[in-house]
């Protein structure tokens, strides 16, 4: 699940050209009733009791294992055309349903059920001089539009944290994905309806066209609050159009910083996870970064490991000077999103140097430290200006589900309202409530 964020390709940029198909009604004209029901959703899916909507989410699992066949065969499109155009195998593995992993939704769906409705709950009371209680309550945001790309699962992650946390969802997914995004909407829809849920509270957009996102992104009558999770070309259309308030899931430029105090099999472990157990996500990391100290320690082993995955390693003149299967590094490899098997791998003088690195390429992402120094650990903790640092962990744990919030909406890179991993507390806000006995203003 993991939080893992879209590829940035051309397919990607593609999904954003304006279509050539003429339309019978304007992108405006086609949102405007979807959009007003679910609008008219809101205010009676804000007021749904914790056990109506769990009962509606353990429906809505139970219909993903029933509508297993259809969304194979839906998802089986979405990879046939997309490798007929694609050399990417990342990209088809980001798109990818197979059994276990529409198992593995309907399991995260059932575990938001059995989280706590964050709904209702008290942030502080306290009374005035005046004897008046003024207090703060957690509420749903609203009408959340959601714009993604590639990746089918999130249909499943949104529609059921937004449902738990009270909130009405607008779901738009990428071209590439559009028959198994499709399906699944449509199958959890109709779950959550017949489960008591109002009509509208799931609601996909069908149109994969670039001005139903430019109208999607100017309905702030009808919306919220947009959550794009992709790549620069969605976010540059999002952040240009949007009259919206917009929390982005932006790209993953992740980094470890290998300390000259580390347990080296600890550090060697780490690094290869963070790199190769699954390339394709925005919690990879992309740079290692290693002290000079240990660079000949460390790196021939983890190089071997590298290579034997399939692991492209591209380095700066010191990495290459230490492994003859390196190539050098260019420019823009520093700073990239590679989203596949390859780490760009940098030797550097210190702690400082590391950070340096990292605030002039990173993303604000995920970053992590392995070191045996407790005050480096500490102060890397404090410095490093990421929505997710690490001490001694693989940056792929920056997840919703591995956080023990049940699952995300993505990881946010904004710094309003809510950053990393995004659960179901950060799907609300709050509002003041007043208590009073008759108190009037002197």
Known sequence: MGNDKTMQTDESQDDFEVSAEEEEISP?????????????????????IAMKKNAALMAMADALEAGEEAILEA?????????????????????????????????????????RDPVGESMGLWQRPNGMRVGRVRVPIGVIGIIYESRPNVTADAAALCLKSGNVCVLRGGSEAHHSNLALATILGEAAQKAGIPEGAITFIDKTDREVVLALLKSHRFVDLIIPRGGNALMDTVTQHATIPVIKHDKGVCHIYVDSDVDLAMAQRVSFNAKAQRSSTC??????????????????TLADEYIEAGVEIRGCPKTCQILI?????????????????????????????????????????TDSILTNDYDRALRFLREVDSSTVMINASTRLNDGYEFGLGAEIGISTTRIHARGPMGLEDLTCSKYVVYGSGQIRE
């Open 283 to 300: 919690n990879s990391m992309e740079t290692l970064l290693v002290h000079e100290k240990v660079a000949k320690k460390i790196l021939p």
């Open 75 to 115: 998802n089986e499109k979405d990879i046939s055309a997309f490798e007929e155009n694609s050399s990417q195998t990342a990209m088809a593995d980001r798109l990818r349903l197979t059994q276990s992993r529409i198992a593995d939704m309907a399991l995260h769906i059932r575990e938001i059920a059995q989280l």
């Open 28 to 48: 405006e004209e086609y949102l405007k009733p979807l959009l007003q029901q679910a609008k008219q959703a809101a205010r009676p899916l804000s007021g749904l």
């Open 325 to 365: 299967q390196a190539k050098p590094a260019q420019d823009d490899d520093f700073g990239k999103e590679f989203l596949s098997l390859i780490v760009a791998i940098k030797v550097v003088k210190d702690i400082e140097s590391a950070m340096d690195h990292i605030h002039q390429y990173g993303s604000r992402h």
